[in-house]
């Protein structure tokens, strides 16, 4: 098989296989499945529905590389009570703090630490 009849196959089975995820055939699911759920942060203000029951505390830690990279991290670390959230069965998270430095549940090292606590919730629908 010389050179050229190589590049051809590779090509074609390239184009075969990118045709595939083109054409639906072969998917690769890149949405965000969270469950959409309300958070409330503790000292503002909101209209909040029936508590039907508190579920326990939930906390999480995550660590910025930069003093400008916290605002990002704090939302990555309410991600992380979401899930915690959905994990016990709730559908709602009240009374969310933030608190930046160091936290236990990161490495010494961790220039700016960023870790968020709240209550998981099920609200009455």
Known sequence: MT??????VVFFVLFAI????FFDIFRIDLEDKAQVMPI????????MPI?????????AAACSSTKQGEKVVRL?????????TDELGGNGII?????????PDLNQKCPFG???TGTAVIFDN
């Open 114 to 116: 960023v870790s968020v």
């Open 3 to 8: 050179k050229e009849n190589k590049y051809r």
């Open 76 to 84: 990555a670390a309410i991600s992380m009570l979401k899930s915690k």
């Open 95 to 103: 009374d969310v703090r933030t608190s930046y430095g160091k936290h």
């Open 51 to 59: 508590i039907e029951e508190r579920l326990g505390e939930v906390d």
């Open 18 to 21: 990118s045709a595939l995820f």
């Open 40 to 47: 409330f942060i503790y000292g503002e203000p909101a209209e």
